[in-house]
């Protein structure tokens, strides 16, 4: 299996950035498709960013200017750059990947912890 682990959330005031990282753990298998979703108190989780093996890329509209999502494949690891923080992107912000494990061809999705990210006003 593999585990997602994510680090960089914290406390920002507005028009501050943080940068998340999300890096998967073991060897032989390759994303497919890295994203970030987040999740505010009584909201439904949504999508933030995502990136395909072929560096395409896809933003929520609210954040379409102000995150920049990337990835480093030789470290597994998925970022997400957050400049120009609102109080509105407040939320636990999770990652995903979708993937395949070279061996034997099988396809894999994983769900990081989380981490929080609060805005102050």
């Known amino acids: 299996q593999v585990q997602l682990v994510e680090s960089g959330g914290g406390l920002v005031q507005a028009g501050g950035s943080l940068r998340l990282s999300c890096a998967a753990s073991?060897?032989?298998?390759?994303?497919?498709?890295g994203g970030w979703y987040r999740q505010a108190p009584g909201k439904q989780r949504e999508l933030v960013a995502a990136?395909?093996?072929?560096?395409?890329?896809n933003y929520a509209d609210s954040v379409k200017g102000r995150f920049t999502i990337s990835r480093d494949n030789a470290k597994n690891t998925v970022y997400l750059q957050m400049n120009s923080l609102k109080p509105e992107d407040t939320a636990v912000y999770y990652c995903n990947a979708q993937g395949i494990y070279s061996s034997s061809g099988r396809l894999f999705g994983s769900w990081g912890q989380g981490t929080q990210v609060t805005v102050s006003s």
């Open positions: 073991g060897s032989g298998f390759s994303i497919n498709i």
């Open positions: 990136i395909t093996s072929g560096n395409h890329t």
